[in-house]
């Protein structure tokens, strides 16, 4: 009898140490901005198209090899997944599918023809490129093409697993590209199914 | 004129102007000044039956067929196009940049001229399918092609100079321009591509010698703009009544609304009549366009010169699967029940081949000639498709193992016809598909899809078939498997065989009786191009086929596709995962001729 | 229930702090919301009468043993076994009582729900409403598809006549509750709910999504404007034509800033090529009384507001803020102002 009112009494202080610790981490939630601060959203971002320079290269990062210090957008899972739903409502998903490609290229593989870095793909989805993608500049307010870059970069894996969202369609019968290892190895190019699970 | 003996006119319905008989054929077949074995329009003649009257190349020879010569387009994208012969020169078109090249026939095909019409490079972005062209077509000592921007050029076939061009669409609009002109009494007749991007479809005729546009008629809106007029008196009850392309729609979704004209178009010089496929209405979430969605996905039959409408006959009422009904129309006069009867065979998207009278619009059989579980048949009563309503698409909904898929049983590869055996030579698909409706906008110049799809092998795990048909006896006579869908067209000739080829590479020779496969010949890339037979200035027989995979089943190979994502290119990745591992890009004329 | 003791009642409930008005089931507009009201006051009668009961036993029993316990006092003999008795009579009796109260309410809603509930009559007008976050979407079906018609938070209905509902949710679960005219539906998604309502007088109906759905669930209202029939059938057949041509170079203007700008990459305006559907139909946006799914009036101040800073007013909702140089602004608000 003692016995027993001695266990529950451990479960029951268990349980309140279990809540106190873990409790409050439940509460943390994403930082929702629905407000954009208008100048720093609307900054044009620096970006260089090749690695090649007169001269030496300058110093700093190099935009096109993706920068050390991702951008808070591909960090937050709200950003991402708001980005992720205008894919679809611009209808990106109408050139790139779900990242596989089609009148476009693919996004989950490793090419990147004009650039990884979130500026870069900014910079594709605002001004275009020349061979068919277009110019969504005066379309798409730039919060909102933050997210879109962001959401292209997690279909490649390139934005932290915990803040990725899954994968949009039902049709998959294979596992999420979240799933897939977030830095593709380096050295080269690397077929599909180097980098899917097997 | 009648030829008294039915065997005869058939045989001779078919032939090329100039083959080898002094009676004129009740369809006369190409234009007139097209030399013996020269092959002018893409489809050979103007009904369409890919079927050469040479008879060099046998079944019993053609196991020694070789490599005669060969030319590199420098493209590496889908090669859709069939070479055109004529005036001693083949003359070659390419996918984007849309390179017209004349080779000299009298020197073993060396380069004669070049013509680049420079389309925008946007232009790639709008083109829903890969950056395709399904070649020239010549008259009268012009070269006509389409480009990708939306230009109709003539070139002057001599001197490779620009004789005229013109701008027919808006790559803004989502437009581009893809299919092989066809050339009738001096009209050159073009049409639009774009049904994936909320276009909205026509077919125009330009004057040939100075490319002013004669009539333009749209496949959706008004009957003003339709071109429907006091002539058009369709077979169905279905398809009569005052602007049906309008009341047919949610309100101004016909501007939208597709039935784009990117396939073949027929002519009947005894009727006076052209055919001409209109593609699927847009975008393909049929939710999103209640009613009928005339004149899409449907078949026109209208005069020439004034482009009116004479009958209409929709393959798919309010299309469900992207039926695009764009496919070649086969004409020939066959005898039915102890009569004889002016003919259309079309081997189409929904699984059937439609043999239908081409004077009235009437259909007189559909029988499914792959697997089909999307529909139930056809009423020939009311003409319509029977849909079975388990695989109707719903939104939000995955509807699993429809049959065909999107590319429908048979895509715009062309089939032939030859009038010896009797039998329609049918490259096609064997996929099925998964598919899931979804919300879309229409926002001009992007894509108008509105379906997330899956496309695998049909029933057999094999993803192309190469049937011979008999539309008489409303059965397939035999079949050859493949491995991946066949996205070849096809020739028939009188020498009892039949090429197509296949996608990983294989060109092939098989007998036109049995279905043997008489020789077969690996090439540098996959083959979605159509084959032709000519006749060189040597006297001899040649056979010529473009290799370079692409187009939308070979995007996976010629647009670096990742397969890990099921829907890429509309769906048709999912099925064709295993192509890379098959063939790469290419691009290359090939031409082969007996030892 | 005849007026006067209804009325009686409504004043009763006023008292108890009930209100008549657009969003309220006691003053119900239709004969669904009668039947749902007459079992809620049957209800309420019942249960009130049990309370009361079962206050005035307490009291009486309370009353009673005080009398008893004096009565015992002056005798000293105690009789246990009877009391004991009656005791599990009275349980028994109310426990008795109580079920076959809730049993006679059972079967009374359920049998009220199969009127409520019935099946829609095939020939009625149909809408389809589809809950977005958060906004609802309004479709008027025709057998004849150039008839359709499509508007988003305001419904349209014909005095006296059934109309069909067709409910489903592309996103979240959420729910349709017009108090005065009807209960609570949900949407839910990948389903479609079908049923109808019917207003037996004009008025205009104040609707709220009722089953929590995000952020701006509190800001997902709707209005059901009940008109006659006529009033209704020409409403309709406004609603059917496309935007009027805009009259004067500067509503032009616009328009062209409509139609190329952002605004077309998510609204459409019927007679233009702005065609999207991931925002409300905006074809006769001048016609409805509010915007933000009931959130603002529709003036050309709130108008303005909103669309160069939405977040403010519904933080969270699917639309973003757009920059335009005043002049342009108000250009695109005269432009708007057009679309009766």
Known sequence: MRAGIFAAFVILVGAAVLLLVFGPITYVREAREFRPDPVAATAPPEIRMTDLQPGLPLPGPNPNTGGENPSWYERNAVALSEGQRLFSAMNCVGCHSHGGGGMGPPLMDDKWIYGSDIKNIYATIVEGRPNGMPSFRGKIPPEQVWQIAAYVRSMAGLTPKQASPSRPDHLQAKAPEASYPEQPPAGGLI???????? | MRIGLLVAAALLLAMPAGAQTATPAPNSVAPANAAEGDWVLAPKDYANTRFSALDQITRDNVKDLKLAWSFSTGVNRGQEAAPIVAEQTM?????????????????????????????????????????????????????????????????????????????????????????????????????????????????????????????KAY??????EVLIGPEFTPFYEQDRGKDLGVTTWPPEAWKIGGGTVWGWISYDPALDLIYHGTANPGPWNPEQRPGDN???????????????????????????????GINENVLVDLEIDGQMRKLLLRPERTGYVYVMDRIT?????????????????????????????????VLGKVIRDICPAAPGAKDWNPSAWSPLTKLLY????????????????????????????????????????????????????????????????????????????????????????????????RLGSGIIGQPVTYLAPDGKQYVAILSGVGGWAGAIVAADLDARDATAALGFVNAMSELPNHTTKGGTLYVFALP | MSAKPRAALAALALSLGGCEGPQNMLDSSGPQADTIEGLWWVMLTVTSAVWFLVVAAMLVAIWRRRVRAEALELSGEPKPHRRERSLGIAVAASVGLTVAILFAFTIYSFVLERRVFAAPPKDALEIQVTGHQWWWQVRYVHKDPSKIVETANEIHIPVGQKVTVRLSSPDVIHSFWVPNLHGKRDLIPGQEAI?????????????????????????????????EPEAFQAWLEQQRRPAPEPPDDLTRRGRDIFVTGPCAMCHAISGTTASARFGPDLTHLASRTTIAA????????????????????KPGNRMPPTFLPPADMQALLAYLETLR
């Open chain 2, 91 to 215: 003359f070659v078109v390419t996918p984007y940049p849309n390179i017209l090249y004349a080779l000299d026939l009298t020197q073993g095909g060396a380069l004669k001229w070049k013509y680049e019409p420079r389309p925008a490079p946007a232009a790639q972005g709008v083109a829903c399918c890969d950056v395709v062209n399904r070649g020239a077509a010549y008259d009268q000592g012009r070269v006509f092609i389409n480009t990708l921007d939306n230009h109709t050029v003539a070139v002057d076939a001599k001197t490779g100079k620009e004789i005229w061009k013109v701008k027919l669409g808006d790559i803004n609009q989502g437009e581009t321009m893809t299919m092989a002109p066809m050339v009738v009494n001096g009209l050159v007749l073009v049409g639009n591509s774009g049904g994936e991007m909320g276009v909205r479809g026509w077919i125009q005729a330009l004057d040939a010698a100075t490319g002013t546009v004669k009539w």
């Open chain 1, 191 to 198: 077929p599909p199914s180097a980098t899917a699970p097997q």
């Open chain 2, 426 to 521: 049918i490259p096609h698909n064997n996929l099925c598909m998964d598919w899931e409706s979804v919300e879309t906008s229409y926002i001009a110049g992007t894509p108008y899809v509105g379906a997330n799809v899956k496309m695998y092998f049909g029933p057999g795990g094999h993803g192309g078939e190469f049937t011979a048909w008999d539309p008489i006896a409303k059965k397939e006579r035999w079949t050859i498997r493949e491995r991946f869908p066949v996205w070849s067209g096809t020739v028939a000739t009188a020498g009892g065989v039949v090429f197509y080829g296949t996608m990983e590479g294989w060109f092939k020779a098989v007998d036109a009786e049995s279905g043997q496969v008489l020789w077969q010949q």
């Open chain 3, 294 to 313: 009931g959130t603002l009036p529709n003036t050309r101040g709130h108008l303005a507001a909103w669309i160069a800073d939405p977040q403010s007013y």
């Open chain 2, 294 to 324: 005339k004149w899409t996905a449907g078949i026109f039959a209208r005069d020439p010169q004034t482009g009116q409408a004479r009958w209409f006959y929709q393959w798919a009422p309010h299309d469900l699967h992207d039926y695009d």
């Open chain 3, 195 to 227: 049923f109808w309502i019917e207003a037996d007088r004009p008025g205009s109906y104040r609707g709220q999504c009722a089953e929590f759905c995000g952020w701006q669930h509190a800001h997902m209202s709707f209005w059901v404007h009940a008109e």
């Open chain 2, 219 to 224: 496949n959706t809106g008004p009957d003003s």
């Open chain 2, 361 to 393: 619009g009437e259909v007189l059989s559909a029988t499914p000639f792959a697997a089909v579980n999307s529909s139930k048949g056809v009423d020939l009563k009311t003409g319509r498709l029977i849909e079975n309503e388990e695989k109707h698409p």
